[in-house]
Structure formats: structure tokens, C-alpha cells
């Protein structure tokens, strides 16, 4: 017998493929399981144990759930536009497009030969022609719903990267990819219209079953506030403008108001006296970005603008000053100033001398920042609260200067991008037409090989004549085409639908299978994207919903972020750092099998840990003593010596170890706890050789366990229990897909195996053993005390003396202790 190694690993692989084992069917979709891994993104031409760690112990999940009787379906495929592949080609001259297929061609190789049951035959590839097609496809779509437009707004700029970034690509005031700081430009770009889902993405949130933390960094970016809307006009004018607040209540004790530098009222209030200070401060606002704006430790800063507003609910006068703590992107870009109520407001009061006052109840002064509100003021005196609140919103509502309003943080999402490799934007500008979609035929608009792409702040794209010209859908004028390209999260956002119908020629997909095949039910990767790509599909797949493409609400159901490898030193694995685990010497040497297990068995799935050599050797000898103990026992098998036909002890004891394992390591496994899986069979292997050393033996039971042991193992070592299976089975000339073991059932745990009739206790006389008796298991403590005391040893070591007392631990000890 071949011992186990890489040579098995091919064999079954090659096997696996050739009977197109793991076919999903689509003619029965009442079982299926959609088992989603997060893409990779092809750079480093490697694959690293992080990218194993997410998608080997998902393996073991899926082909346990397909053991269980699933149709699955676990597709894979590349994230293939963005731009590492484009810095790397500036870096070296390799075209984006070369280097990325030849990343895809080493990745799917060790893909590959990890044996995972990935359904080849419905990759996707995002970079591809007949994949972005159909995501210039959706943007056609969102842009024929309003949900995509084109505005000029202040965008981010990462001047390294040299183009735009969504605000979910900016991580505390730095760019995502490259970690320079983040600066503002005024730019016309386009959006993707997911404010109009803010309430529901948010609604819908609780339902899902992700990880809890997940669940509120995304409440927590899209960010709702309820508040009102108040109304302030401009003293001696005609102008007017609202403030959001949240703190209505406070709406007596307003001592000032501040715009937003950019708002753009600030221009037309600004008195004479006042406009080069507003002028300078405009000018100093554009350097800070909105983080630092935002930070509670900061400075408080502005200038006065010399005009005035009225307060509405009582026609008292305050100044209109302008600050940078108040952003132009947030609810109206202006708020009312309660020095007495609001932190900010308190210190930026102190500093320019301005009015502090407190909102009275009763007589008395609310301390400063009191949390429970109240209001004073005639009609609205005594109220407290949400009361306080919605009596004052409604009197202003009456009056007509104010209304209940809701605020989000969430902000419209940036899709274009000031580079070449990604999807081009399916639009054309007409002289005398406008803009003007490309029509769905003539998708897709395909991306020119031939670029100057050296990043300048201008599209590349630009730059290419023969790409920029055509004509007019419209009109059949000269025009010019957009030269920005999508974002890759606009890839990302739809991929898991477009797998199911990956050959899909005449549509995105057929809405008829999507339905059936999706939502995704087990999600799985990293925790980084819970703001960007986890928010975007959602928010694609409620927009394509609404347009009648699909019938489902959310794209996954359930969502598990696995844990982090780091390098043996406890680091994040980096080059620089030379701390990175390749797998692939570590397969050669042990078997993919191993390296799968070392990683369900050596972390706990979703925390992760150090890689540590000793624990990959280690699972090595555990597999090593597996094939061990399966060889001894099929040799006995065939030789059919020391045959017996009765159950009696050992039988059972090993009977109990079998079910003991398909109990728990169901029940681990079904929450991704491999850890605990392996263990248990590690157990049931010592029970199994415990048993198989022992002279008779009844050679149909051990045959039973043997084959139960194969298939509680499959999912976690698939290659070497094949193998096992197949030998035990002798499949050779199985001509259907009956020969693999992942054809065959979970084995199904029976409760009765698991009550021990009796169990071993030991008994010390002042705490030393002097005997050791069996018992029935279910026998009382007094039942136990008598059968110790009646057990001949015991009456030895006892005899003559006074027994004090008799300290009985159920199911291991009893203790007498004697004078
Ligand atoms: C008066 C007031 C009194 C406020 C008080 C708070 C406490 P959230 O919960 O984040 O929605 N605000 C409104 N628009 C702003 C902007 N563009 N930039 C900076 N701050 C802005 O916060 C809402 C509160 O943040 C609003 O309620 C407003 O200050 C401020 F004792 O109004 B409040
Ligand atoms: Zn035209």
C-alpha cells in the first residue's frame, strides 16, 4: 500500500475530474447549498496560507454538508481588475492583462492541487470580456433607474494611487491601498445612488446571521440619526437656511450659528467687513481633511461672517459664524450652537467669547452637557425628552420652520476611477445628445490593450484616440467616449450571481435559476470588507431586485470571517518582514491532506494564530498513525484471522468512542469548530488501535467502525480517505460515481452507544488505590459505597480499622479514610 503523499493527492484529483464528481446539478434545487468563499484578488502570483485558511477548512464544510445530502454548489474565480496589476506593469512593463492571467494560471494550478470541490466549470474571471460585458450591463441598468449619475462634488484624491477613492476606501484620513493621506478635489464623477437603500441596508441588518461585529461597523457607517430640521432666516434678508439637530429640545438656549465653510450661503452673507477674514479661513478649511475635522480633541476654530439669524421659536438674534467642525457633508452643512448642552459648542464658545446659556425647567439651570433634556419656555415647560422633542418639532412643523427629518452618514458611492485597468464606463458625450448610454447591443465596450497608463491625474484611457472617438448611439455624430472605469468593487458587487450562469451569452444570468440557486447560504473571508464589498452587494442585489431581476432581499444569509495566520514569530505575515508561509513546500513534503488539517487543527477558525512547524508535523504522525491503524485492521479483515461474532466489552468500548465522534464532530463541524472535530478523531483513532491490538476480534464490526471512521474523516483529509475508502471498498471496478466516498452518507450517531453500562472506579484507602472495581453506571452514591466496601481488597487494607468516612466522586473515585 502506498503510504500517503502528493502521488495520492493526484491521483484522486485526477479522478475527481475525469468523473466530474462535484457537478452541480441544477435540476434539483430543493437541497442545494451555495458555499461562497471570497475571491482572490490575482497579484504575488501566489497563493499564501491565508488564502488556504480561508478556503480549505470551507472545503471540509461543504463536502461534510454535501455528506449530509446537499446539492453544493462552491464556485471560484478571480477578482482580477484593480490596481496592483497596473502599478506592477508601470513597475515592469508586463502588460496588466499578461500578468494577471499569469497569476490566474499559477493560482488555479495550486487551487488545484489543494483538492478543493470547486465547480471549475463555473468560474469567472472579472478582468474577461464576457464578464465585465455584463457589469457595464449593471451599470446600464442602475443608470436607467437614476441609480447611477454623474455629479461635481468634492471627491477624494489619493494622490499616489493618482485617482479617486470611494469614502469607504479611506481609512482614518488614508488611502486604503497604499496608506498615503487622502486630500479633497473637486471633481465630476460618477455615483452609485445607495443612499435610497440607506433605510433598508439598515433595517435588514438585524436578520442576518454575521458576525455581530460586522453587523455594527455596517449600522455604524450607514449611520442614522433622527432628528428635526429647523428653519433659521437671515436677519435684513431674504435668505434662509436649516439646521440638522438631534437636540431640538435645546432649541431656547441657541446662542449662535455656524455654516460649514463651503456652504454655499456663506458667500452671499459675508458683510464687507468680514469677507477676506472668511476668505482666509475657506483657504486654510481645503488642507484639513475630514477626519481631522471631526476630531473631538481638535481645536474648535472660525470666523464671524457679520450677519445674523433669527431663531424661530422665540426671534432672538444670533450671530452666523462659520467653523471647519461643521462639515458640508453632513445633514445641512449648518448647525445651531447650544454652548450649554454641546461639548463642541461649549469650547468653541469660550474661545470667541460667545454667550453660554443654559435651558431652565422650573427655575433652575440644567448643569452643562446633562444628558436628560428638558425644556423650559412657557407652552413647552415641563417636558422632558422625545416628548420635549416631538412637541416642539410638531409646533414648528405648524409654523412651517421645521419638520422631523432623518440623516444618514452613508454617502452616495463613487464608482469611476481615474485609471486604466478596470471596466470602462459604458458612456459616450454628444455635442448635441449629452450623455448618452451605449446600448445594451453593443456591449461590451471593450477595454484597448495598447495604453500609455503611466498615472498622471488623467484617465490613461484619454489618451488613446482610437478608444475616445466613436459615434453618437443617438445621433451618429462624432463623440467621445468616458475614459474612467469602474471601480473594482463594482465587479465584486455581483459576482456570486453571475457564477451560477457563468456561460451565460445572452444575459447577466437567468432570473429564473438565480432564484432558485441564491441567496449565498454560507459566506466566508475576511472581516476588512464589512463597510465596502459586504455593503455594496447588498445594496446591488436590493437594486436589481426593485428592477425585477431577482426575488431575494439579501446575498448572503450567513457570513463567517475567518481568523488571521500570522508568521511563526507572531507577525503578520509580509515579505518584508520574511515571516510568509508558502504551502507549497510544505504540501510537497506532507500532502495537501496534512496541510488542510494543520490549519482546521491547529486554530480555532475564526481566530487564527502563529503557523507553527512542530503542529504541522505533528498532524503529519497523527495521519501517519491513522494509515497505520486502517492498514492493520484491513489486513486482519482479508486474512480473517481471530474472527469472533459476539459484541461484548471491547466492542462496546469502541462502539462508544465511534458514536462519541459522529456526535460531536457533526455537531462542531456544522458550526465550522474543526478544531474540536479533529480532536474527537483523534480519540476514535486510539479507541479503533486499542481495539484492533486486542487478540479477538469480530472482523464485520471492526470493518463497520473502519468505514465510518473514513467518512467522519473525508471532509477534513478528502485525498487519503478516498484512498482509504476505495481500498476498503475494493472500488476498482465501480464504474459509477458509488466509488468515492463523497458519494457516500454521514454516518448517523446512535444515543444508545453512548450509555456506558459500566464504568471503572478506582478506591483508595487514605488516598491511596488500593483496588479497582467495575460498576454499573447508573448506580447511586450509597449503591457505590457499599459495592466499595464489599470489595475484597478494600476489606483487607481496612480491616481492623475505623472507617471515619466515605468520599464517593461519581464515575472515577471513592475515598475512605480510615483510623
Ligand atoms: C444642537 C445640539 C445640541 C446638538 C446639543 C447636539 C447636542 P448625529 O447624531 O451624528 O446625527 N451637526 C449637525 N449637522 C452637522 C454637521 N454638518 N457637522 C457637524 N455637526 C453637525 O449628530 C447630530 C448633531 O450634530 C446635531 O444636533 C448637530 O448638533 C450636529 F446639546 O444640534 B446638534
Ligand atoms: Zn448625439
Known sequence: MAKYSTAIDEKWQKKWEETNLYKFDENNLDKKLYVLEMFSYP??????????????????????????????????GFDAFGLPAENYAIKTGVHPWDSTMENIKTMEAQLKAMGAMFNWDHEVVTCAPDYYKWTQWLFLKLYEEGLAYRKKAPVNWCPSCATVLANEQVLDGECERCNSEVTKKDLTQWFFKITDYADELLEKIDGL??????????????????????????????????VFTTRVDTLFGVSYVVLAPE??????????????????YKEETKKQSEIERQSITREKTGVFTGSYAINPINGREVPI?????????????????????????????TKYNLPIERVIEGGEALPYCDLGPMINSSEFNGLVGEEAKTTLTKKLEELKVGEFKVNYRLRDWLVSRQRYWGAPIPIVYCDCCGTVPVPESNLPVELPYDVEFTPDGKSPLAKCEDFVNTTCPKCGKPAKREVDTLDTFVCSSWYYLRYVDSKNKDNAFDTELI??????????????HACMHLLYARFITKALRDMGHLNFDEPFTSLTHQGLILGPDGLKMSKSKGNTISPNDYILEHGSDVFRMYLMFGFAYVEGGAWSD???????????????????????ITKGENNKTSIDKAEKEINYWRHFAIKNVTQDTEILQFNTSIARMMEFINALSKYINEDVKNLAFLK?????????????????????WNIFNNNEDVTDNSY????????????????????????????????????????????????????????????????????????????????
Open 704 to 724: 463497520e467502525v473502519c468505514l465510518d471512521y473514513i467518512r467522519l474523516l473525508a471532509p477534513f483529509a478528502p485525498h487519503f480517505s478516498e484512498e482509504q
Open 515 to 528: 432564484n432558485k440557486t441564491l441567496p449565498v447560504d454560507k459566506y466566508v473571508g475576511g472581516p476588512e
Open 43 to 76: 497579484s504575488g502570483a501566489q497563493l499564501h496560507a491565508g488564502h488556504w485558511f480561508n478556503y480549505g477548512p470551507v472545503d471540509s464544510w461543504a463536502r461534510f454538508k454535501r455528506m449530509q445530502g446537499f446539492n453544493v454548489f462552491q464556485p471560484m
Open 321 to 349: 459664524w462659520i467653523g471647519d467642525y461643521v462639515l458640508a457633508t453632513y445633514g445641512t452643512g449648518a448647525v445651531m450652537a447650544v454652548p450649554g448642552h454641546d461639548e463642541r459648542d461649549f469650547s468653541f464658545a
Open 209 to 242: 446571521d454575521w458576525p455581530e461585529k460586522t453587523k455594527a461597523m455596517q449600522k455604524h457607517w450607514i449611520g442614522k440619526s433622527t432628528g428635526t430640521e429647523v428653519t433659521f432666516k437671515v436677519k435684513d434678508n431674504d435668505l434662509s437656511f436649516n
Open 614 to 636: 512542530d503542529g504541522i508535523k505533528s498532524v503529519a504522525r497523527f495521519v501517519d498513525r491513522i494509515e497505520r491503524t486502517l492498514t492493520l485492521a484491513f489486513e486482519a
Open 263 to 280: 456652504n454655499p450661503l456663506v458667500n452671499d452673507i459675508t458683510t464687507e467687513e468680514y469677507k477676506s477674514a472668511v476668505e482666509n
Open 740 to 819: 468515492s466516498v463523497f458519494s457516500e452518507p454521514w454516518p448517523i450517531f446512535d444515543p444508545k452507544a453512548l450509555i456506558k453500562d459500566e464504568v471503572e472506579i478506582a478506591i483508595q484507602v487514605n488516598g491511596k488505590i488500593k483496588a479497582k472495581i467495575n460498576i454499573p453506571s447508573d448506580l447511586n452514591e450509597d449503591g457505590i459505597k457499599e459495592a466499595s466496601l464489599n470489595d475484597e481488597d478494600v476489606k483487607r487494607a481496612t480491616e481492623g480499622k475505623t472507617i471515619v468516612k466515605v468520599i464517593v466522586i461519581k464515575g472515577r473515585l471513592v475515598n475512605i479514610v480510615v483510623k
